[in-house]
């Protein structure tokens, strides 16, 4: 198994990460070690976080920590939630979020998932975007963008 990160994977990010500041797009370079990195979108509503990895995967995610749920639900009690009741909890409460979005976010082609961990609890939509082609990735995130009501500068 190799560790670094592919150079190809990595200068096409940094295409998209040009057309993104052609743009005047905020965005966050985060470092990756093995994946390579991304860009986080900063966006100005924090309903969703918007990220696209240097494989190419493009992600809305709307998620919430599973720890500081806990703490809100229990507060100082001594009680302490079950992991399936707290992962209901979380469902639920993004469900109403969620569902806002769903039906544009599907529409553009992106993909309804779950990722669950003992530290989070998110629903993603994702798809795959070519990055060697930076005005087709700006084109779809700039659709993306537009399909959960947020201006895309």
Aim: charged share 30%; net charge negative.
């Amino acid at each position: 198994m190799e560790t670094m990160s592919d150079p190809k994977q990595s200068s096409s990010l940094d295409k998209v990460e040009e057309a993104f500041k052609k743009l005047g797009w905020s965005y966050e370079r985060l470092e990756g070690g093995d994946s390579g990195g991304s860009l986080l979108l900063v966006l100005p509503e924090m309903d969703c976080l918007v990220e696209l990895f240097s494989d190419g995967r493009f992600a809305c995610q709307f998620g919430v920590d599973m720890e500081e749920m806990r703490n809100l639900l229990t507060g100082d009690q001594t009680e302490d939630m079950a992991d399936d009741e707290l992962v209901r909890v979380a469902r639920y409460h993004l469900k109403s979020i969620v569902d806002r979005y769903r039906a544009a976010l599907l529409k553009e082609g992106l993909d309804e998932g779950i990722e669950a961990t003992p530290d989070h609890y998110a629903i993603t939509f994702e798809t795959r975007l070519d990055l060697s082609a930076p005005e087709q990735v700006t084109h779809k995130a700039a659709r993306c963008l537009l399909a959960l009501g947020t201006p895309s500068r």
